[in-house]
Structures are given as structure tokens and as C-alpha cells.
């Protein structure tokens, strides 16, 4: 019985410590990588706009190459599992390079800095999506799948909260007042122990389940997918509601740090935005219990616009913007947790539409989406940092507070409602969802019957 508990908690702890592992870089990337590309390695911002957009577009197609890949890979290990061996010292070693300043001019610096953010987010997507996809495989036990599911976002949030929390003071210490140094520094640690917790993961779990099926291709999975409206519905949503937070994770150290004027409150919010969510995705499963899906989405969304708003009418005053933060990420925390709920529900659709499970190749898909929303909401921010007149390390013109203000609160608001507008409108797969489950439970059961 001791052995079975302890063979069980590190399989858990080994499956979430893979979660901490990719988050700390992640948030490191999300929260501070534009900042330290204008303000640190002192590239101009709508160069750095560009790079990301071109950088994300590409690395969203390899999320869908890598996701065949996982449907195609055989090992004694699995067909997730030796990614994350794979993977790890590449990780560290290219979250390090990304946050080293060369001695180059600044074209030199643009193109080092291209190399070396495409290669880490090859490299992400190497270990991410063969960890996101690797849950099926660890267990066919429902309730021991919520466990590890449990214990991935425990141990993922608190990835993102050493990130958001000990980025700054990390930097102000390690480099002696010099973000240059700092930064690298910063960067070696969390590379580090990235690099140690995929091996710690790799070790520590087991690819136990052997699933079985028909070869996934580009043209099979297209057939699952074309007829598949409540995927499409869903997916169009991901630009409106990534799009939302990507612009405001992006540009919370510009908001807090030129607009106002305060690195103390940035640390501050920014631990805020990644722990608070946690909160926020505890009350989804009582709340999803009393409505549908769609319903806790525009309810969190709301929660959500609330504290946005919160934060609009406090202006510089410290309290508003903290009491705005938490409610706007208890908000976040609610709508993420049902969105990840809602993703699996058109997969169910496409197999009792088409009979293809296109579990694998959709969740690719709409991380490519993921990515795409992403690369335009750096480019918007460094167009609108640019053409307000931005200029790194210096006191910002009133054109350039407003583009700030912009990418951090009104266009990520803008973005919510458009997607309460259009999931509220659209999105009806909850209607229905209940006899299209039952209905492919009696085809499961009588497909049994008959082997």
C-alpha cells in the first residue's frame, strides 16, 4: 500500500514538476522578454514587433508538425515521454542565449536576437506539446487523470509565480544594478533548474496506456476537422480571448513601469496575475455544475471586464490598481479553466460527427491559433510603442503613455467583449452536448459487446 501511494505521488509530482519546468520560462518570456529586447538590449520596438510576429507564425506550424509527430512516435519509453529527455538541455541552454546581449550593432543584435527566440520556441514546443498531449497515456482512471490534471496547474502556478514574484529582484541583485548582467543571470538560474525538472520529469513517469489507431495524416485529420462548427466557433474565439492576454501580459512592465512609475508595483502584479487565476479556476467546478459552459465563459468574462475597469478609473493610485488586478485575474483564472473544459467538447463532436479523433492534431491546431494570437499582439504593441513615440529608459510623451495604456487595459477589454459577443451568439455545443456524449457511450458499449 506505501508503495502503490508512493508510486503514485511521483508519478503526479513528476507530471506537474514538468508543468513548473516549462512555465518558469514561459512567464519569464510572456512578462519580461519585449522589455528587456527595447529597454535592455535596446532594439527598436517595432523591429521587436515584427520579430515576434514572424517568430510565432513559424512556430505555430510547428506545433501542428509536432503534434503528427507525437501521433507517430514509437519507443520503449512512449510516444511523449522521451521529448522531455530530449528537450531539456536544449531548453536551458537557449533560455540562457536568449537573454545574452551580444557586442553587435543593432542589426546584428536584431537577427541574434531572431535566431535565438525561434530556436527556444522550437524548443518549447518539442517538450510542451508532447507534455500536454502525455495525460491519456500515464492512466485510463478518470479520477486519479483529475488528480494529475490537479497537480499540473498546482505546480505550473507556482512556476509562474517564482517568475512573476523574483524576475525583478533577481535581476536588481544578481547584476548589481545592471540589467544587462542581471538579466543573464537571472535567465542561468531559471534555465537550470528547467533543464534538471524535465530530466527529474522524464524519470518519474510512465507511459502505462497503449493506444491503438489508424495513422494520422494532414488529409485524415482535415476530414475530422472541415465539418466540425462547434471547433471552428471555438477556435475563431482563441485569436479574441489570446489575443486579450497576450497584449496585456505583454505590456504590464511598460504600464507599471513608465505609466506608474512604480518596479515595486510591477513585481507586485505580476505575482498577482499568476497566482490569483489559481483561485479563480477552484470555484469553475461549482460553478460548472450549475450552468453551461458557455455560460461560466461569459461569467468569468465579466469578472474579468470588471477589474479591467477597476483599473482604468484608479489611474496611478496604488490600491485601485491592486484591487483591479485581483479581480481581473480572478476573472482570467475562471475563463481559462473553462476554456481548457470547453476545448474537449468538439472533439466529442467530431467523433460523433465523422468518427476521426482528431483529440491530438486539434489541440496543435489550436495552439498554432494560440501562437498566432500571440505573435499579432506583439506586433500591435510595438507598433502602437513606436508610432506613440516610445523611446527606452527615458520619460514618455503623453502619445506614448496612451499606446501603454492601449496594449495593457482598453484593447485586451475590447477583445473580451467581442468574445462574450461571439461565444454568446454562436458557440450552442452545449445544447446539445449531453445526447451527443450518450449517444457515443452506447456506440462505445456496443462495439464492446460485439469484440
Not at 145 to 164: D, E, H, K, N, Y
Request: one cysteine or more; glycine letters at 8%; hydrophobic letters at 50%.
Amino acid at each position: 500500500m506505501v508503495n502503490s501511494l508512493f508510486s503514485l505521488w511521483r508519478q503526479r509530482i513528476g507530471y506537474g514538476i514538468a508543468d513548473l519546468s516549462c512555465n518558469l520560462v514561459w512567464q519569464l518570456i510572456s512578462l519580461y522578454l519585449m522589455y528587456f529586447y527595447t529597454d535592455v538590449m535596446a532594439l527598436p520596438a517595432y523591429y521587436v514587433g515584427l520579430m515576434f510576429l514572424v517568430t510565432r507564425l513559424v512556430d505555430g506550424v510547428a506545433d501542428v508538425l509536432m503534434g503528427l509527430v507525437i501521433d507517430n512516435t514509437s519507443t520503449r519509453w512512449g510516444r511523449c515521454r522521451p521529448w522531455l529527455l530530449i528537450g531539456a538541455i536544449p531548453f536551458g541552454i537557449l533560455c540562457i542565449l536568449v537573454f545574452y546581449v551580444p557586442d553587435f550593432g543593432t542589426t546584428g543584435k536584431l537577427i541574434y536576437a531572431f535566431i535565438t527566440y525561434l530556436c527556444l520556441s522550437f524548443i518549447y514546443t518539442l517538450v510542451n506539446i508532447p507534455f500536454s498531449a502525455m495525460l491519456p497515456f500515464l492512466t485510463a482512471d478518470s479520477l486519479e487523470r483529475t488528480t494529475l490534471s490537479s497537480v499540473r496547474i498546482l505546480l505550473g502556478s507556482l512556476g509562474s509565480t517564482i517568475v512573476a514574484g523574483a524576475t525583478l529582484p533577481l535581476v536588481a541583485t544578481l547584476g548589481n544594478g545592471d540589467q544587462t548582467h542581471g538579466f543573464l543571470y537571472t535567465a542561468i538560474v531559471f534555465g537550470i533548474i528547467a533543464t534538471f525538472f524535465l530530466i527529474v520529469s522524464f524519470k518519474n513517469v510512465e507511459e502505462k496506456i497503449t493506444i491503438q489507431q489508424e495513422r494520422m495524416t494532414l488529409t485524415r485529420a482535415w476530414k475530422g476537422l472541415k465539418d466540425n462548427n462547434p471547433w471552428k466557433i471555438f477556435a475563431t474565439n482563441i485569436f479574441l480571448m489570446w489575443g486579450a492576454f497576450f497584449l496585456q501580459t505583454g505590456s504590464l512592465v511598460y504600464f507599471f513601469n513608465y505609466y506608474v512609475q512604480s518596479e515595486n508595483l510591477t513585481a507586485i502584479i505580476a505575482g498577482i496575475s499568476t497566482f490569483v487565476p489559481l483561485i479563480g479556476t477552484l470555484t469553475v467546478p461549482f460553478l460548472a455544475n450549475r450552468m453551461k459552459k458557455r455560460h461560466v465563459y461569459l461569467f468569468s468574462s465579466a469578472i474579468n471586464l470588471i477589474g479591467m475597469g477597476i483599473m482604468m478609473l484608479s489611474g496611478v493610485n496604488h490600491l485601485g490598481l491592486i484591487i483591479g488586478a485581483v479581480i481581473l485575474s480572478l476573472g482570467a483564472g475562471q475563463r481559462l479553466a473553462i476554456y481548457f473544459s470547453m476545448q474537449a467538447d468538439p472533439v466529442d463532436y467530431g467523433v460523433w460527427k465523422t468518427g476521426i479523433n482528431t483529440a491530438g492534431i486539434l489541440t496543435s491546431i489550436n495552439g498554432f491559433f494560440g501562437k498566432v494570437a500571440m505573435a499579432g499582439a506583439g506586433a500591435i504593441t510595438g507598433f502602437l510603442l513606436s508610432s506613440g513615440g516610445y523611446v527606452a529608459n527615458a520619460v514618455q510623451v503623453p502619445s506614448a503613455l496612451f499606446a501603454i495604456k492601449l496594449c495593457y487595459l482598453y484593447l485586451p477589454a475590447i477583445l473580451i467583449i467581442a468574445s462574450m459577443i461571439w461565444i454568446a451568439k454562436f458557440y450552442k455545443l452545449d445544447d446539445s452536448y449531453t445526447s451527443i456524449r450518450a449517444e457515443l457511450d452506447a456506440r462505445n458499449l456496443n462495439d464492446e459487446q460485439k469484440v
